[in-house]
């Protein structure tokens, strides 16, 4: 009989204590069911409330990315499943749980059959700020209002992210920005600013809110890697400092009725992407999910290109030069047995008669490459060349989705096989669909 572990019977000094426990409690036997009570708890450290704080501060500049989201920054996980094996984690009456400051709230890592199943997720201080918007006139420059913040927005004020601009008919107008630079403070509740020319037929006096990030990439909510059998559903997110939910070398993930969903009353969720998955393999399944108010994608699914070193005619270090990294932080590498395509760098056009299988990988963690050696010659020179794993892509299927009123695109996918089926896609800022290999990344 499997074994079956009681949230309520474990007592720590807060709730994200309790919850290690018990959680710690089930890691015992394989197959174990953690059985969460309805209610809210909270989760939080020091660490993460400093974070916050630094941010809030503008300790971390204008855009925290390059200190918040780099190999070397610290940050405190909540639930932690490194080693679990068919570990359910269930709220069947639902539970809220309620973060405060930033870290990383679940980490699924290392572990395999994990099931995340009936949570919401929400921030105590958002990772943004809102503002009421009062029309004041317009000149040459573009429109100008009085912006009214809900909470006080602190020292980070003169240095915040991004802004979003959200019409009275409550969706992104895209057409109206607002330069963070621009808006120029009284007090930590009290900014003025200016925007460009509305849509056409929107009256600008009407009721109008002002979003601002405050970070863009940092760690996710939910976190997947080097996960196999990994299932997540009916979760809610309505808050994140940086995506929703980040996998990377994860096989077999299944996402089943994921809300990233504004809080009542919001108009924007995670800051960056809903989902993400990098360097994943076997299958990708989203059904039955909503997403709303995101600041990019719902769903980026890919791989990265390496750029090679010869070492030797069968030995070549491959470097992740993506602009940030790759987005978790840890270093792409192929796997034994993965074979490997050389494409040309400025068409990522695969070379038909170059292709190889992995036979070994060494790992530089502190270079940041992976070292590999392969079953047949390199060319003489690899100049102009770039290498892909076409192994760390999945099959992916996206189903019975509705994508509403966000950044960026609706369904991003740089994979080879792929159904998008039944889904509804309004007020996209960019492409509903896109299909596209990308350099960069």
Known sequence: MEKTVDLSLFRGEDDLESFRRALEEAKKEEGSTLVVPHGTYYFSTPLAREAQEHVMNGDFGANPEPVMFSPDYVYDVGLDFTGHRGTTVTAPDGAKIMID???????????????????????????????????????????HYDAEFDLPVGAAAPKMRRAVYVAAAGRFDPYQWVDPEKLVFTDEYH?????????????????????????????????????KNTTVKNVTIHSAPGMGITAMHAENV????LRV?????????????????????????????????????????????????????????LRCEAPTGTHTQSVDRPKVGDTLELVCEKSLVPVPTEKYTVTAVEVDIKNRYAIVEIDSDLPESLDGYLVCDPDEV??????????????????LLKCRSAVVENCTVRDVYINAVKIAAEAGW
């Open 101 to 143: 400051g930033f870290m990383e709230p679940v980490s699924v890592r290392d572990c395999e059959g994990v099931t995340l199943d009936g949570f919401t997720f929400d921030h105590v201080r958002k990772p943004y700020s809102k503002a009421r918007l009062t029309y004041r006139s317009k000149d040459g420059e573009g429109l």
């Open 254 to 257: 299944t996402v089943r009725r």
């Open 191 to 227: 900014a003025t600013c200016v925007t460009s020319e509305p849509e056409a037929g929107l009256d600008p006096a009407g009721e109008r809110e002002l979003y601002v990030w405050h970070t863009f990439h940092s760690r996710p909510v939910i976190l997947i890697e080097r996960a």
């Open 261 to 317: 969903v504004p809080e009542a009353g919001e108009h924007v969720s995670t800051n960056t992407d809903a989902t993400h998955f990098a360097s994943c393999r076997g299958k990708l399944r989203l059904d039955g999910c909503e997403f709303m108010g995101q600041g990019d994608d719902s769903i980026n699914v890919h791989t990265y290109y390496y750029t090679p070193e010869k070492l030797s005619p069968r030995r070549m270090i």
């Open 394 to 411: 999945p099959e992916t299927e996206f189903r019975n989705c509705t994508l509403t009123n966000h950044y960026a695109r609706g369904i």
